[in-house]
């Protein structure tokens, strides 16, 4: 067919309906290259192969096939589009029934994401699989925290990294597990909220993330809670109501208007969901820190991040030590595995120095965990922690609580021989100390690190004497903090008075001079034991 024949044929076709040139033989088409055997009607597939899109309209023509390519021969006499002059016209036609159907297949073919309906359905025995799905879920909201080098390695003998976990917004590792609880609840209950009743520091994690992911969160504390922590749980968006006298009155009330509002009352625990944030600890460590030999956690009775990151470290290298410590008035987590139980008869709620250390064991999964992967637990006196503090302070320039500091507290203890020379890395969990306590934990560690010491002594008093005190100290170099003079309540002679001096020397070697060279001096000087 020749070009004349085409064109006049085009200008006859273009003044019919799109639905009477469906109807003609539409296997002739002059633009297209036909030698192949003719496609009839009755042979188009009946379901479409290809997935569908409800919004798009489906052209008319072949389902599922790949159109024949245009012949370039019978294109060859078009010089110009002109030629067409917008004689040529498209239509197309919409599938509506069929398309829905097929929309309606295709989407029962796809898994839905189950919602969990409640959290005691995650209580069981965690994996190594469900500690990298909270990796992955929450690596955008934590801190990945350094685990650095410590200039206390030559100190202690060993090679120390410190994972400084006091570094998250929150200033806990209890920000990874609250994170993954939080975000593994159903998005109804996540609209209601949620709600808790102490000043932990689970509770701050809660107020905090739960604020970001724009859950309403309520936090019911008792008066006698420090006012820092009350403003710092508004500070991080929780709506803060104070009731009741004591902290078991503000749990009955968080879980009385938890039942009346919908409200979902969190309070730690073990599930597999917050073990399983709590265990990306481990799975950092191991990242960070190459051939470790062991790593050390806080342990007591909230013993989480113990267990949690024992199953990630223990599946990635079984020959890693894991070792928890806790304290030694409150050895909770010992009691516990001996008893294979949750034992709470050692434990001590309400001590604001140990804090969740000194809790009780709260669940069975942990203490499961913790006796199947951790290696060994070990205690430490209140003095190890406080010069551990002490230390960190001092060293690394870190301001952590009891909590945070009672992992290092087992090498200052020497309770660890058997890890000189390995390389071991501590994990610091935990920053938030009031600042009374603080105070006080930094004057006493002083003063069982022997750098701040007391004497007292009997002079007369005539003048001169007293500088004759000063000139001495001087020359040894020591710092005087304060100095007193009793002249009323003297059991001495008359005309005497006795000094009481506290000053700060460098070391216990220090202390030791300074003493000698006032024994010789006034041999009645009486020194005060710490």
Not at 259 to 279: K, P
Not at 289 to 296: E, F, Q, S, W, Y
Not at 460 to 489: N, W, Y
């Amino acid at each position: 067919m020749n070009f004349a024949a085409q064109f006049i044929y085009f200008r006859v076709l273009k003044n019919r309906s799109p639905r009477e040139r469906y109807r003609e033989d539409e296997d002739y088409d002059p633009f297209w290259q036909r030698d192949d055997n003719k496609i009839k009607k009755q042979d188009i597939p009946a379901v479409c192969d290809l997935h569908c899109c409800k919004d798009v309209p489906v052209r008319n023509g072949l389902i599922g096939q790949k159109p024949p390519s245009i012949n370039p021969e019978r294109l060859k006499d078009f010089g110009e589009e002109d030629y067409l002059n917008g004689d040529v016209k498209t239509w197309e036609m919409k599938i509506v029934s069929r398309n829905e159907e097929l929309l309606r297949d295709a989407l029962s073919c796809i898994p839905q994401p189950s919602s969990r309906t409640s959290l005691a359905s995650c209580n069981r025995l965690i994996r190594f699989e469900d500690i990298s799905a909270a990796a992955f879920k929450i690596q955008c909201g934590v801190q990945k925290t350094p685990c650095m080098y410590s200039r206390l390695s030559k100190q202690y003998g060993m090679d120390i990294y410190l994972k400084k976990e006091f570094l998250q917004y929150t200033g806990s590792v209890k920000e990874r597990g609250v994170l993954y609880l939080l975000m593994s609840l159903p998005q109804e209950q996540q609209r209601k909220g949620v709600i808790v009743a102490s000043d932990s520091n689970f509770s701050m994690a809660v107020a905090h993330h739960a604020s970001e992911l724009r859950v309403p969160v309520f936090v019911i504390l008792c008066p006698s809670t420090a006012p820092a922590r009350v403003r710092m749980c508004r500070d991080y968006g929780a709506m803060v109501i104070s009731y009741g006298t004591t902290g078991k009155d503000a749990q009955l009330h968080a879980r009385r208007l938890a039942q009346e509002n919908g409200y979902l009352y969190l309070e730690e625990e073990d599930s597999a969901v917050y073990l399983s944030g709590l265990g990306t600890v481990g799975l950092e460590m191991y990242e960070q820190v190459p051939k470790l030999d062991a790593v050390i956690f806080p342990a007591g009775g909230h013993c989480g991040l113990l267990a949690g990151s024992a199953a990630a470290l223990k599946h990635l290298n079984p020959h890693i030590s894991v070792i928890g410590v806790e304290s030694e008035s409150f050895p909770v987590l010992q009691e516990s595995l001996k008893a294979g139980h949750p034992n709470d008869d050692q434990a001590c709620n309400n001590h604001h120095f140990y804090g969740d250390v000194s809790g009780v064991c709260f669940g069975s999964n942990s203490l499961q965990l913790t006796g199947k992967l951790v290696d060994k637990v070990v205690t430490v006196r209140e003095e190890d922690i406080l010069i551990s503090m002490l230390r960190l302070l001092e060293y690394e320039r870190a301001t952590v609580d009891a909590e945070g500091a009672i992992g290092l507290a087992a090498l200052v203890a020497g309770k660890l021989p058997e890890l000189k020379g390995k390389r071991v890395a501590v994990v610091i969990c935990s920053g938030n100390l009031e600042l009374h306590l603080l105070q006080q934990c930094i004057a006493r560690a002083l003063t069982l690190d022997n750098r701040v010491c007391r004497f007292s002594l009997v002079i007369s008093d005539c003048p001169g004497d007293m500088s004759k005190i000063l000139e001495l100290l001087a020359r040894e170099e020591a710092r005087v903090l304060d100095i007193k003079q009793e002249r009323t309540f003297v059991t001495s002679e008359l005309f005497t008075v006795e000094v009481i001096c506290t000053v700060e020397t460098r070391d216990k070697i220090h202390t030791a001079q300074l003493r000698n060279a006032l024994l010789e001096r006034y041999p009645t000087a009486a020194w005060t034991e710490r």
